[in-house]
């Protein structure tokens, strides 16, 4: 049987924990969107170097853990005089792991479309810049869309790494939490919910919108 009386007692500080997380969760999703879609443009660029600085990028990102992108920005900034604190260090590390996923999804949406749209509009006198901002990318995105959905899920739970490095994240508060009251069991089952009350509607809102998306396609 839960305790809740934990629940209860500290409820500002698993309020507190969910707050920061809702709010890094948006820096990142929205920083990771950007940066991920810049990447993707890059690796189907014509021009050598951005294709392997985009490659190179992805690559590297996506075949090492979360958590050590996260340390290279919490210690290892500061040896070059950056100072970062554990919230900022965790939102930036979570976005540039991030976009390495979102840049493959963008990526397929992108080779997903006609390549006769981009000769196209290319004919019709628009740069390239122009016709994949314009023409290609609104097509690639709305393509994506499920996949995308998925990775800002799996962001949401990823955000649970700012409790290794002081993030002020809900991990973190309930660290706190179980060494003060040395409780353990019903004090990560808190956690849970919580999180839960986050990547539940969005699961559903992703389901939802692949049924729209195939309802459309039929």
């Not at 991920?36 to 690559?59: D, K, M, S």
């Not at 998925?150 to 991990?171: H, P, R, T």
């Not at 969005?202 to 195939?214: F, T």
Request: aromatic letters at 12%.
């Amino acid at each position: 049987m839960l305790n809740f009386s934990i629940l209860i007692e500290h409820w500002d500080q698993y309020l507190e924990g969910f707050g920061n997380t809702v709010q890094v969760s948006l820096l990142a999703l929205v920083g990771s969107f950007v940066l991920g879609t810049l990447l993707a443009v890059f690796r189907i660029a014509p021009i050598r170097p951005l294709n392997w600085a985009g490659t190179g990028y992805v690559e590297f990102i996506r075949n090492i853990p979360l958590v050590l992108v996260v340390f290279i920005f919490y210690f290892g900034f500061p040896a070059i005089g950056i100072q970062l604190e554990g919230f900022a260090a965790g939102t930036l590390g979570l976005t540039v792991y991030t976009a390495a996923f979102i840049a493959e999804a963008v990526r397929a949406g992108i080779l997903s479309v006609p390549k006769g749209q981009m000769e196209a509009a290319r004919s019709s006198g628009l740069t390239y810049t122009q016709t994949m901002r314009y023409i290609i990318l609104p097509q690639a995105i709305k393509i994506v869309i499920p996949p995308l959905g998925n990775q800002f899920i799996n962001l949401v739970k990823n955000s649970s790494v700012l409790g290794v490095i002081a993030g002020l994240d809900l991990m973190y508060h309930g660290d706190l939490i179980s060494s003060a009251t040395a409780v353990v069991f019903d004090v990560y089952i808190f956690v849970a919910m919580f999180y839960l009350i986050l990547t539940v509607p969005l699961s559903l809102g992703v389901g939802y919108l692949e049924r729209r998306l195939a309802a459309n396609h039929r």
